[in-house]
């Protein structure tokens, strides 16, 4: 293994692990720190936590030791993938995670860039921006576990990191991989600028033999030519029959993905996920009755969620819609569920959890930054909140019945 990935939440690991994998290496991402040595002839391994908004001594240990483990695999450079809009809370986890993680390799200098250009995003004069707003203008200042209200990427690591936060301007970057080598010699966290994927790829090569780095998928598009890997696209066995929705996030894009889902759909309502009051098992059987794969969703607008949260307080009902849809998934798998889109990166991660699943075979895109992966016979798109054009859904079921 050269390469090892220790991301934050779920659809972040299929992110980069597409990243690497249409870069031409072989990639497995595994859920959870894994117990058994990998296959040796795996060029990367992308460890899938659930750490973003896990509590921050938790989320310490965890990504601790999936760094541990990727090392014994033999990985030479690891990365931190964070969110490509580095969402968290001024309590952490991004910064006290990286400071540990840094801690361990021994690394004095490490480039942070969650820019992802392709899906809009972009980091110049040390602010992240979602195509052309701010990202505290974008929507994430609305999110309901970790609202992003400042797009100053210095001002929120360094409210969490113990280690200096510095800059690599976007005038630097341009100039080339030496010339942001050579800024790196700065003993910090270092906020790096970059606008297109050509930037990305100068960053690569300015990381060769760098031990850590942190970003969002984008920042893995320079690294596999440093150990020489040449481009190739993953391919795709067709997998039919039933199928289903589920959506849990409330990005702008996914609500607006919700709207135009043309099916029979359930929305899921805070009050009864929270007082217990859904049956599992007749949800399932609904499902399966449907001809088009069904949508069973809890997205709402910035207002009901922050209802919810005042009445039932920070977290609790998200995490008792969490368990319904991590409930709900094996009770589909039982009946012969065949395809499952998720939407949302918490959501994701309660359904590989609840489908006892512990690694992802990655298939092709199926959006910018969201690969088809197959597991036990099934397969998942599993989105994070803010990816995907708006028929998302009846687009991705449809590319996992064709042959790639």
């Known amino acids: 293994m050269k390469l090892g990935v220790v991301a934050d939440d779920f659809t972040g690991a299929s992110d980069i692990a597409l990243t690497l994998a249409e870069a031409g290496m072989t990639v497995a991402?595994?859920?959870g720190v894994p117990q058994d040595d990998a296959d040796p002839t795996l060029g990367a391994g992308v460890v899938a936590l659930k750490s973003r908004t896990a509590p921050l001594e938790q989320a310490i240990?965890?990504?601790?030791?999936?760094c541990?483990?990727?090392?014994?695999?033999?990985?030479?450079?690891?990365?931190l993938k964070v969110c490509s809009t580095f969402d968290s809370t001024p309590d952490g986890n991004i910064g006290q995670v990286l400071d540990a993680l840094a801690d361990l390799l021994g690394e004095n200098s490490v480039i942070v860039c969650p820019a992802f250009p392709e899906n809009g995003r972009s980091v110049y004069q040390g602010h992240l921006f979602v195509n052309d707003r701010l990202l505290s203008e974008s929507g994430m200042q609305d999110h309901p576990l970790t609202p992003m209200v400042d797009a100053d990427l210095r001002r929120v690591l360094a409210a969490q990191s113990n280690r200096d936060v510095a800059h690599i301007p976007a005038v630097v970057v341009q100039k080339g991989a030496a010339a942001i080598a050579q800024a790196m010699g700065a003993t910090a966290h270092?906020?790096?600028?970059?606008?297109?994927?050509?930037?990305?790829?100068?960053?690569?090569?300015?990381?060769k033999g760098a031990k850590l780095l942190c970003g969002g998928s984008g920042i893995a598009l320079g690294l596999p030519a440093n150990f020489n890997v040449t481009a190739q696209p993953p391919k795709w066995v067709a997998i039919t029959g039933h199928?289903?929705?589920?959506?849990?996030?409330?990005?702008r894009a996914t609500r607006e993905q919700v709207a135009r889902y043309d099916a029979p759909s359930l929305q899921i309502d805070a009050a009864r996920a929270v007082s217990g009051e859904y049956n599992?098992?007749?949800?399932?059987?609904?499902?399966?009755?449907?001809t088009t794969p069904p949508l069973i969703y809890s997205s709402a607008d910035p207002e009901v969620v922050r209802e919810a949260q005042t009445q039932y307080g920070q977290g609790v009902a998200a995490e008792a819609i969490e368990k319904l849809f991590a409930a709900l998934a094996p009770a589909l798998a039982e009946r012969g569920l065949r395809r499952l889109v998720v939407a949302g990166g918490e959501t994701s991660g309660a359904v590989v959890t609840g489908l006892g699943l512990r690694a992802l075979t990655i298939?092709?895109?199926?959006?910018a930054g969201v690969p088809l992966?197959?597991?036990g016979g099934m397969a998942l798109a599993l989105k994070s909140g803010n990816f995907g054009g708006p028929d998302f859904f009846a687009e991705t079921l449809a590319m996992m019945e064709r042959e790639a």
């Open 280 to 290: 599992i098992a007749q949800i399932a059987d609904w499902v399966m009755a449907q």
């Open 190 to 207: 270092l906020i790096t600028d970059a606008i297109s994927d050509a930037d990305l790829i100068e960053i690569g090569r300015a990381a």
């Open 61 to 66: 240990a965890q990504s601790v030791a999936a």
């Open 373 to 375: 992966v197959t597991a």
């Open 243 to 251: 199928g289903a929705v589920f959506s849990g996030s409330c990005s």
């Open 68 to 79: 541990k483990w990727l090392l014994a695999q033999g990985a030479e450079q690891i990365i």
């Open 29 to 31: 991402q595994f859920i």
């Open 363 to 367: 298939g092709p895109r199926a959006a």
